[in-house]
């Protein structure tokens, strides 16, 4: 069964810090992989996904997140934090083969963004 | 291209009550997947229907279930309102509900359980 791992459910930067948001995956199956944006009281906004081709993907607003098979992993970065980064980050996974229509989501990290 | 639209926004309910919540997908995706969001849980999908048919089904009690109408509209019903219903229900559409493809979300729809 897939699965996701968020570390950290919170995260403070200072802004124009770097953000480091981690997503570590459990799939016995080449996994695809999304990260997802949350702002107060709305829905779920996509930032980027990896779906095989480059390990290094780039997605909106200046995020982008690497694939690394050996470690598991498919964190976020940003390099320069903006107040405006404020808000709650997820990681997802699906994988070919299963269930369509289906996300397995992480638990979250709220990114709070300082002054 | 409109986004996806759930209505309503807000719900009040008391225990024992139904609900039915709707939803309407981008126009063309034919594909509506169903989540439940609470702080304890976090996201969990509840369903997917595809053509009206539903073909994927999260671990809930049979008190949840949904449909899906022939211009790819959803609703999802609760009956037996229980408190710990009271979540943001948000529902996400895509072409065809492929496990590459990007899912869109609605805004959601807070439901309270009194």
New interface residues.
Partial sequence: AQSVTQLGSHVSVSEGALVLLRCNYSSSVPPYLFWYVQYPNQGLQLLLKYTSAATLVKGINGFEAEFKKSETSFHLTKPSAHMSDAAEYFCAVSVLGGSQGNLIFGKGTKLSVKP | KAG?TQTPRYLIKTRGQQVTLSCSPISGHR???W?QQTPGQ????LF???SETQ??K?NFPGRFSGRQFSNSRSEMNVSTLELGDSALY?C?S?L?????E???????TRLLVL
């Fill in positions: 996806v594909s509506v997947s989540y976090g996201l969990q999908f997917e229907y595809f073909r994927n999260g948000l996400a895509s065809g509900g492929g496990v590459r990007t899912q869109y979300f609605g805004p959601g």
